[in-house]
């Protein structure tokens, strides 16, 4: 389990460091500002609520 662990840490890793993300326009702030709205809380609180639960599971 710890090998398959530390392999999908290292393409996670590697996905984050290559990861090209488009500017920010008008309809990506019009989209947050919505899921800001629904859920209550920042996009960047959603985003590492997300993470975390992506990081306890046992794979």
């Given at each position: 389990m710890a090998k398959t662990w530390k392999i999908q840490s290292e393409i996670q890793s590697n996905l984050l460091?290559?990861?090209?993300?488009s500017p920010e326009c008008s309809f990506y702030k019009k989209n947050v500002k919505e899921l800001e709205y629904?859920?209550?809380v920042s996009l960047e609180t959603q985003f590492k609520a997300v993470n975390n639960s992506h990081n306890t599971r046992l794979y």
């Open positions: 460091k290559n990861l090209s993300i629904i859920f209550g």
